[in-house]
């Protein structure tokens, strides 16, 4: 199975990116053929500061790296060293209907956000659908907001392929229907967008203060508690296998203890964790070079494929060389 994902470069990565798809996403470089790249293309369709995007790439690769990407198991690369993927775009685009982009709910949630419309941000999809394509790709694990990508790179392949032949794979979207939503510290959904996250790489001081901010109720120490409604709870039990997850519910029944108690504990949880892949993360921050060097040996595998890809495809369409 080869699997193809793409995870945006913008900026620091929470607690729910990880339990909610990086983890997954490490679990496949046990199993499948994985292709894990960088969009930093994309990104330029919002994000125009020129500093922040470079210094965002560079971090996104050292969080990966960090978290667990292994570059000998996994093709890891920045989606700008490619660039057969730009004529691929262009040559999709000549077989992309108007009407499948102006359907697209992410180009109107966008607008709708007061993001200035511009081409690259409508044309969006056919980037995406060049990514997918490229590298034919059977199975591409999206959160739900990029399904509808995934179906318009299916219905540009098909299209294509019903006047060329089969050049190619039609991919599927994947999405994790059972993965519970991460709350973030004031109990709605964990999201950079809310403001109410908990990074994966904060200092120990950070840390014990964002979790000190996590919403609970007024219940007193001696009280018994509730801990399925309890945040701190919530997120510990990330942290937790299933007896270890009985054990502290059954704390918070007892009473005795208070808020203050558990949101301490959360906290050595997070910490310890997280601690070796902090290590690497320090590590990879003082060692950029090393990090550049990782994505241009991605960026090479990925081309070995990509090369004979483009060229087959340059054929089927009658692009002269
Ligand atoms: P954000 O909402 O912070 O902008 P993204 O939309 O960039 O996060 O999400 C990136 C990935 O992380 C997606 O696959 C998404 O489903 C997952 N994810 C984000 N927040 C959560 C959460 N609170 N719980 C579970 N998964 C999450
Ligand atoms: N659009 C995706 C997102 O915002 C990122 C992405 C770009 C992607 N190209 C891709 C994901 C190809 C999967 C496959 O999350």
């Known amino acids: 199975m080869r699997t193809l994902t793409g995870i945006q470069p913008s900026g620091a990565l929470h607690l729910g990116n990880y339990f909610g798809a990086i983890k997954q996403m490490l679990d496949l470089q046990q199993t499948d053929e994985l292709f894990l790249f960088i969009p930093n293309l994309h990104a330029l369709t919002t994000l125009k500061n020129p500093q922040i995007l470079k210094t965002n790439t560079i971090d996104a690769a050292s969080t990966l790296l960090s978290l667990g990407v292994d570059p000998n198991k996994t093709i890891f690369w920045v989606q700008s060293d490619v660039k057969e993927v730009l004529e691929l775009y262009w040559i999709l685009s000549a077989y992309t209907p108007m009407g499948l982009l102006e359907r697209a709910h992410g180009y109107k949630d966008k607008i709708a956000k007061g993001i200035l419309p511009n081409h690259a ?12 394509l490229l590298y034919s790709a059977n199975m591409v694990p ?26 190619f794979t039609i991919p599927e979207a994947k ?5 519970a939503l991460v709350p973030g510290i004031d109990g709605a959904k964990m999201s950079k967008s809310y403001g109410n996250t908990i990074d994966i790489f904060l200092s120990e001081k950070e840390l014990k203060a964002k979790i000190g901010k996590i919403v609970t109720d007024s219940t007193s120490v001696e009280e018994p508690k509730d801990p399925y409604t309890c945040n701190v709870f919530a997120l510990a039990k990330l942290f937790l296998d299933k007896n270890a997850q009985e054990e502290l519910a059954k704390r918070y029944q007892k009473g005795g203890e208070g808020h203050g108690h558990f949101k301490a504990y959360l906290k050595e949880l997070v910490w310890d964790y997280f601690a070796s892949h902090r290590e690497k993360k320090d590590y990879y921050d003082k060692h950029q070079d090393e990090i550049i060097d990782i994505l241009r040996e991605g960026a090479y595998k990925a081309r070995e494929i990509a090369l004979p890809m483009i060229d087959k495809i340059r054929q089927s369409v009658g692009i002269y060389r």
């Open 121 to 132: 941000l409508f044309s969006y999809p056919v980037l995406m659908a060049a990514d997918i």
């Open 175 to 179: 999405t994790e229907e059972e993965i």
């Open 142 to 167: 999206v959160g739900k907001d990029q399904i509808q990508h995934v179906e318009i790179t299916r219905d540009i392949a098909i299209k294509f392929n019903n006047d060329h032949g089969d050049i």
